[in-house]
Nanobody
Framework: QVKLVESGGGLVQAGGSLRLSCAAS????????MGWFRQAPGKEREFVSV????????DYADSVKGRFTISRDNAKNTVYLQMNSLKPEDTAVYYC???????????????WGQGTQVTVSS
């Protein structure tokens, strides 16, 4: 059974940085896409970023392009989200996700983590 565990959330002032981590376990990961979604209070969950297993392809929501960077360490089955120049509107619960398909990741990833809170104060 696939398990995703996020860490690294917290409280930061606007303009600051945080790095989220997500460790995957439960089976051998060879070609899965991994990435992040977020859900702000009163809003629907939205796509943030995704990377292929090799790291050769990445994708970002327009709202985070140029500020967030996704990366992964396959030896550790871990994906990271470096978040810079944070804004109050980035405040949300951030969820790690995994799917065997990069193209379908935005719409329906098959596995989810429990989420980690990111709060950006103004």
């Amino acid at each position: 059974q696939v398990k995703l565990v996020e860490s690294g959330g917290g409280l930061v002032q606007a303009g600051g940085s945080l790095r989220l981590s997500c460790a995957a376990s439960g089976r051998t990961f060879r070609s899965d896409a991994m990435g992040w979604f977020r859900q702000a209070p009163g809003k629907e969950r939205e796509f943030v970023s995704v990377t292929t297993w090799s790291g050769s392809n990445t994708d970002y929501a327009d709202s985070v392009k140029g500020r967030f960077t996704i990366s992964r360490d396959n030896a550790k089955n871990t994906v990271y989200l470096q978040m810079n120049s944070l804004k109050p509107e980035d405040t949300a619960v951030y969820y790690c996700a995994l799917d065997i398909s990069f193209p379908s990741f935005r719409t329906s990833p098959s596995h989810w983590g429990q989420g980690t809170q990111v709060t950006v104060s103004s």
